[in-house]
């Protein structure tokens, strides 16, 4: 559960979408307006305007209509109301999808059938971003403290690249017109637009005409670059550097919508020192109703499985008490923003990273360990929208654990056997083919880069660095036919013996301390992992929390030889099955095999 729920986190931000809308101030306004009116000096260039309106206008009716609708619904429900129950004018079509539980009620049903139709195909709701303004204002969700800060005129250039694969149009749209209307010209340095080999027509035709307009008021502003093929996000991402000239780029997904005034705090950032790279704030952007929901900053961090999630900053960061201030970040969940030469000099990303994963901790690991830092900039925000399913591979395990075993052989050290206990693979010969990674190898001597061991101590010291981890996997016993512990009912705490299936359930962890985990290791120091306990009375066994095993003096240290009996160090009982029940009980001779080793034990 708790890994669906990462992968979730993961997922808003790492297949980021635009959909935000921006909070006009009035200075940007003006500012907007004065650009607009300049152009119409220069003569020529009043057909363009011309043509940009006309498209927002249709828009905008379209928008109109829609609240027009809602309006005439809560007049007739005002109307009705205490006679009878207003009852729905049209029928539901799909009651039990997602895109229909909060939005849509007064749809037509043709109307129904068209989005219900989009959103399967795009994963969030095309058809009200088909009615939404290209510039409609986001909610204002900075820190009051950001509003009041003050950036210098004369920043860093930047370069802001835009990853996409058959994304909706009018989102595409929506995300570069929020980063013309809200970052200062005189910074934008363009804007790239990465087609990862998209087959959808109106991405081909239609937007390019877009792109064509914008170029004619600002020329040169929007490149596309198109691959061939699809390469997948990482290559993707590097196609996007490559492409950029500005001093800064921001790699960002095309699913979003910048806020107003996001581009200053990362570029002073910067500017103050070019080799931190920095990530903004998400907020979401629902897939249904593309509202903006605010999200608080917080560090981007990982597990030893490398799935990404969401953390509490460092406690330095607190004693600031003040919530606009940068906070250091273990990792980054994808998008970045970053001094294009140093981040030239460190690497880039990996490119042997395939598909979906592991490649945002790469890069977080390389930029600490090789002289960098990463950093969360709060008054910067980005509204992303938070897709219903995702486009790439239906199980995207299958290509994080491949990539998880990349960085780790590259990155990790002593400590990439962390790796292989969180994917509860082999110990010796996982027989997974990582590629060759011996360029990175090199990357890695040639910028002098610190230890592991370094990075979690200093940078990350909440990850568990698993050091006395001995054993891992499902545990068989060693005279009744394929029976394996499993963790038992949840929530409960009492585990069971089972028929061995070798998955999540029956995975335990011994530590030479004597602990037996049953169920799960947790990857964090502040998580707690459920420890075997002898009761003392009676045969069942228990599984607690270490931490209230310990308070309570329950008997939770055990003495451990591969194949030999599980026996409990003070009760000197053993873990045994009888009659097909797990319990505790006098040794009668019954071993326990451990699936994997580390170390002869
Ligand atoms: C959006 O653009 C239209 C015309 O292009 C303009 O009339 C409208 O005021 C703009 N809306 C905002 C919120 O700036
Ligand atoms: C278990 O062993 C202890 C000590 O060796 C003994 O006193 C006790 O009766 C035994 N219990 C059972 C159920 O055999
Ligand atoms: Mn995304």
């Known amino acids: 559960m708790r890994v669906v729920w990462l992968y979730r986190l993961c997922y808003l931000i790492l297949l980021v979408s635009v959909a ?36 927002e206008a249709t828009i905008i009716e379209l928008y109109r209509e829609l609240k027009n609708r809602d309006q005439e619904k809560k007049e007739i429900a005002e109307e009705t109301e205490g006679k009878i129950q207003e009852k729905n004018v049209y029928k539901k079509l799909y009651p039990k999808s997602y895109l229909f539980q909060k939005w849509g009620d007064h749809l037509s049903e043709e109307e129904q059938t068209e989005a219900e139709t989009l959103y399967r195909k795009y994963g969030y709701n095309v058809f009200l971003s ?27 250039t930047i370069s802001v690249v835009l990853i996409y694969l058959n994304e909706a149009l009018s989102v595409m749209k929506r995300a570069i017109r929020s980063i013309i209307d809200r970052t200062p010209a005189h910074l934008l340095k363009e804007i790239v637009l990465i087609d990862d080999h998209s087959t959808n027509e109106d991405l081909k035709g239609e937007f390019d005409e877009y792109i064509s307009v914008i170029n004619k008021l600002h020329p040169g502003l929007v490149k596309k670059v198109t691959h061939s093929e699809q390469l997948g996000l990482t290559q993707a991402r590097i196609s ?99 001094d294009r030469k140093f981040f030239g000099e460190i690497g880039v990303l990996d490119g042997g990273m395939k598909i979906y994963g592991g490649e945002n901790v790469e890069l977080g690991l390389r930029v600490w360990m090789c002289g960098g830092s990463i950093e969360v900039v ?142 799960g290791i947790k990857s964090h120091k502040y998580n707690n992992n459920r420890c075997l306990v002898d009761p003392g009375s009676g045969t069942t066994p228990g599984l607690y929390e270490c931490n209230v095993a310990k308070e309570k003096g329950m008997s939770f240290l055990w003495n451990f030889k591969q194949g030999k009996a599980l026996k409990n160090k003070i009760t000197q009982r053993c873990l045994e099955v009888d009659q097909g029940t797990l319990v505790i009980q006098n040794c009668t001779g019954q071993g326990w095999e451990i699936q994997h080793t580390i170390t002869d034990f």
Not at 135 to 151: A, D, F, Q, S, V
């Open 20 to 55: 935000c809308v921006l909070l006009i101030t009035s200075k940007t306004r003006v500012k907007h307006e004065t650009e607009l009116k300049e152009a119409h000096l220069n003569g020529k260039d009043t057909d363009i305007l011309g043509r940009i309106n006309r498209m």
């Open 130 to 156: 088909d009615r939404l303004p290209l510039n409609r204002t986001l909610p204002e969700t900075r820190n009051p403290r950001c509003l009041e800060k003050k950036y210098p005129n004369d920043l860093p």
């Open 240 to 338: 996007g550097w490559k492409a950029s000239t500005g001093d800064v780029v921001a790699v960002l997904d095309a699913h979003i919508e910048v806020h107003v005034e996001w581009a200053e705090p990362v570029l002073s950032r910067i500017k103050a020192d070019p080799t931190v790279v920095v990530t903004p704030v998400f907020d979401r952007v629902n897939f249904d109703n593309l509202e903006v929901i605010h999200y608080n900053e917080a560090s981007h961090a990982f597990d030893w499985a490398l799935w990404c999630m969401y953390e509490s900053f460092q406690p330095e960061w607190y004693k600031l008490n003040d919530k606009s201030m940068p906070g250091k970040s273990p990792s980054v969940m994808g998008i970045f923003i970053a």
């Open 378 to 519: 709060p008054c910067s925000k980005i509204a992303h929208i938070e897709r219903a399913h995702k486009p790439y591979l239906p199980d995207l395990s299958i290509t994080m654990k491949r990539n998880a075993l990349r960085v780790a052989e590259v990155w990790m050290d002593d400590y990439k056997k962390n790796i292989l206990i969180a994917w509860n693979l082999p110990y010796k010969d996982h027989g997974i083919d990582i590629g060759d990674v011996s360029d990175r190898k090199k990357l890695r001597e040639k910028l002098k880069c610190k230890p592991f061991k370094w990075y979690i101590e200093n940078v990350y010291p909440q990850l568990d660095p698993w050091d006395d981890v001995v054993g891992y996997g499902a545990l068989k016993n060693t005279v009744k036919d394929n029976v394996c512990v499993d963790q038992g009912p949840v929530p409960g705490t009492v585990p069971i013996a089972y028929g061995c299936h070798y998955y999540g359930p029956q995975y335990t962890y011994f530590r030479k301390s004597g602990q037996l985990y049953i169920g």
